[in-house]
């Protein structure tokens, strides 16, 4: 595997269930971000951890609970959610402090009904 | 508030010719700006970078202008081909301290028609 990968492409979920995001990413970077993308909305920066621990909470509601147990993974905890938390999360890394280039994942795309 | 605007949702140009995408920003601290690229199904892809020192950057077929004091950036694309057919993003970058914090554009639909 190469550059960053998420698990699951697809999601569906009901507003009762819990379930996880994850990110892996192969590149050596230090710093990983969660981005969230509504329709017809900008990139939403959600968290950034930067060598592990959590450098910013963007206001994110605290039904989504980020994890990252080291500089390649990050997971994102849903519970809870409501219908429109529906979006493509993303997930980035970056080599960290001085580093303007991210490398996207492709997404999961999540509903939640 | 948005910081990054990008005020085309979406733009046709036939094959060939030059595509040029328009982005505005708000913020004047901003030191870095940064063009990604969007397939489907795929996520995003960095294409092109510009300090905000400088005014032109060049790679190959693509060219990033900027202009601070209109808070203006554009991305040329020249010739167009079918393959740039994309959403790009333009972005904007500001040292948080430990990481660069990035503020996204929503994005400008390229159809490039052969």
């Known amino acids: 595997e190469t550059g960053v990968t998420q698990t699951p492409r697809h999601l569906v979920m009901g507003m009762t269930n819990k379930k996880s995001l994850k990110c892996e990413q192969h590149l050596g970077h230090n710093a990983m971000y969660w981005y969230k993308q509504s329709a017809k909305k900008p990139l939403e920066l959600m968290f950034v951890?930067?060598?592990?621990?959590?450098?910013e909470n963007n206001s994110v509601p605290s039904r989504f609970s980020p994890e990252c147990p080291n500089s390649s993974h990050l997971f994102l905890h849903l519970h809870t959610l409501q219908p429109e938390d529906s979006a493509l999360y993303l997930c980035?890394?970056?080599?960290?402090?001085?580093?303007?280039?991210?490398?996207f994942g492709p997404g999961t795309r999540l509903t939640v009904t | 508030d948005q910081q990054v605007k990008q005020n085309s949702p979406s733009l046709s140009v036939q094959e060939g010719r030059i595509s040029i995408l328009n982005c505005d920003y708000t913020?004047?601290?901003?030191?870095?700006f940064l063009w990604y690229k969007k397939y489907p199904a795929e996520g995003p892809t960095f294409l092109i970078s510009?300090?905000?020192?400088?005014d032109k950057n060049e790679d190959g077929r693509f060219t990033v202008f900027l202009n601070k004091s209109a808070k203006h950036l554009s991305l040329h694309i020249v010739p167009s081909q079918p393959g740039d057919s994309a959403v790009y993003f333009c972005a904007a970058s500001l040292d948080s301290g430990g990481y660069q914090k990035v503020t996204f554009g929503t994005g400008t639909k390229l159809q490039v028609i052969p």
């Open positions: 913020n004047s601290m901003f030191d870095y």
């Open positions: 980035a890394s970056s080599q960290g402090r001085g580093d303007y280039e991210q490398y």
């Open positions: 951890y930067n060598f592990k621990e959590q450098t």
């Open positions: 510009i300090s905000s020192i400088k």
